[in-house]
């Protein structure tokens, strides 16, 4: 049955009508204790979402909406290694990278653990190994630089989470990633490098995307061209794959293979091997404490009531405004400069999840799924676009995180960033009234203008401080949030056949651009057009 013409839905619609002019500051008004009942605790955070314009019936109403697509099931799904993402015939065990080592996990049968921690041993026995200085390059100098070439779910989990840990990270050495299939970002990002002194970590789960795989070709035949010699490989290349026969093909010698598996998708996968440099910069414990605060958040998830679960209230909380207030977008403004690759994270975690329109019985949705996610750190973004948060035409929802202890104490940089964090959730929500505006004398003809409506919806995401540990459970927090969406819009969130259409598009283009092929006749003329310009003017 259509998730709009449930029983539930047809009741928060209802419910949606009866509250949807009501301002938070009489919601607040009428009940004193609001904030501490909408607050939660877990896995190291702290989540206030009083500042939603919703009442207790409100949630009721969404958990029962929960409770209707099955929630609790579905996530027993997950855990238990059911083929949950069902059009690529595959389980979704990332859960099972973050299990403490030593434990067991088994499906059909099969403990995986036992392959994940062989895999971490390895991981650490490397990683180490690279630290330490004694692994070598062909000229017996010890790595100095790391360059990871991925893109997509094989780049952004890593290159995010080592701008988020640098104060954690070994500043002996440099870490550099490139995901652009544009030689811009190969060319800069090997700029000034030693080839001696340089270890190339290709990680692409199939070894066949060609932007990884082009980056890759071209930082083979940069290595060669300095070092002179094929054995230079076999010191400068690590491959993480789930596809020995292509790493094989490449030249990486097995000792130098990571592996993956096919139940850990690739915006899924930063706690897999598809994370080696974070544990080669972060450290070996380091990458464990991240691991362990994914885990605190996944143990949460499964084992916390639907009403206290973290992720369960957000990702009902991002229902609520999608499909009711019709809100289009929403905002991730973390304040710290470390998490500034963290929206554009989520983006993909998010976007590439839950950006669907047929639902799981094969027919298109009748109503909206995944929001667009986006966001920068503030207090820039204040100076930015906050504008339009604030007196634009549009609801945009927005999560705030931030930190109670700065990782760089500095005369009183943290207290003016953390004021500047809460003033903004208060005027957010409870904007300024002409009255106020009054009392401070403010020209007649300018109180329009300065008037705020406010009743603009937030979330407050806190963690006593920014460390691996409470990045892992920031991180899976939003996982599960998705995961928890994905399910209410009855769509696959583990599928991305979008990104699979843009990988076939490009080889029929090619050859045309190449000019190996004519310009082929069953191009519409646009394309015919852009073609031609380009053959032009290349
Ligand atoms: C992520 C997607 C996609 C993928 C990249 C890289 O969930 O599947 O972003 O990670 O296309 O794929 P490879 O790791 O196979 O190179």
């Not at 062909?138 to 100095?144: N, R, S």
């Amino acid at each position: 049955m259509k998730t709009n013409k449930k029983k539930q839905w047809r009741l928060l619609s209802e419910h949606f009508l009866q509250l949807k002019n009501i301002h938070l500051r009489k919601l607040f008004l009428e009940n004193p204790g609001r904030a501490e009942q909408m607050t939660l605790h877990g896995a190291g955070l702290f989540l206030d979402y009083s500042k939603n314009r919703i009442v207790d019936k409100t949630v009721s109403l969404l958990l029962d909406l929960a409770r209707e697509a099955d929630l609790e099931a579905e996530i027993e799904h997950m855990f238990s290694g059911k083929r949950i993402n069902q059009t690529e015939d595959r389980s979704v065990l990332h859960v099972v990278l973050r299990n403490p080592t030593g434990t067991s996990h088994f499906v059909d049968g099969v403990d995986l653990m036992l392959e994940v921690n062989a895999v971490l041993h390895k991981m650490e026995h490397m990683a180490r190994k690279i630290s330490s200085g004694q692994w070598l390059g062909y000229t017996g100098k010890p790595i100095k630089n790391i360059v990871n070439i991925g893109i997509g779910g094989s780049d952004l989990g890593p290159a995010m989470v080592y701008e988020a840990l640098k104060a954690y990270s070994n500043r002996g050495l440099n870490f550099r990633f490139i995901s652009n299939i544009d030689a811009t970002h190969l060319t800069e990002q090997l700029m000034n490098l030693e080839a001696d002194e340089t270890l190339f970590l290709i990680a692409s789960k199939t070894f066949t995307t060609q932007e990884t795989m082009t980056n890759a070709a071209s930082a083979r035949e940069w290595l060669l061209k300095r070092l002179k010699n094929e054995s230079a490989i076999e010191h400068h290349f690590i491959a993480i794959s789930t596809n020995e026969e292509k790493v094989t093909e490449f030249g990486i010698a097995p000792e130098n293979r990571l592996t993956l598996w096919d139940w850990v998708g690739g915006r899924y996968s930063l706690t897999s091997a598809i994370g080696f440099s974070l544990m080669i910069a972060l450290g070996v414990e380091n990458f464990h404490l991240l691991r362990k605060g994914f885990h605190s958040m996944d143990q949460h998830f499964q084992k916390v009531p639907l009403s206290e679960n973290m992720p369960v209230i957000l990702g009902l909380l991002g229902v609520w405004y999608n499909n009711f207030f019709n809100a289009q977008t929403y905002a991730v403004l973390p304040y710290d400069q470390y998490l500034s690759r963290f929206p554009a994270y989520l983006q993909q975690s998010d976007m590439e999840s839950n950006g669907k329109c047929i639902d799981r019985d094969g027919y298109p949705v009748a109503y909206q799924t995944g929001p667009i996610v986006w966001g920068e750190p503030g207090t820039n973004g204040q100076h930015a676009f906050y504008q339009l948060i604030h007196q634009g035409t549009k609801l945009v929802p927005c999560d705030f995180i931030g930190f109670a202890k700065s990782i760089n104490p500095t005369g009183d940089h943290h207290d003016i960033l953390m004021a500047n964090f809460v003033a903004q959730q208060e005027a957010l929500a409870f904007g300024k009234e002409p009255q106020d505006l009054k009392t401070e004398n403010i020209p007649a003809g300018l109180i329009p203008f300065r008037t705020f409506e406010g009743n603009c919806p937030s979330n407050c995401i806190m963690a006593e401080k920014l460390t691996p540990e409470s990045l892992g459970s920031l991180i899976s927090l939003y996982e599960h949030k998705i995961f928890v969406q994905g399910i209410i819009w009855n769509i696959f969130s583990f599928d991305q056949w979008g990104v699979e259409l843009g990988k076939q598009l490009v080889k029929r283009i090619l050859p045309e651009l190449k000019g190996t092929l004519p310009i082929s006749a069953t191009h519409d003329a646009s394309t015919r057009n852009l073609l031609n310009y380009l053959l032009k003017h290349r």
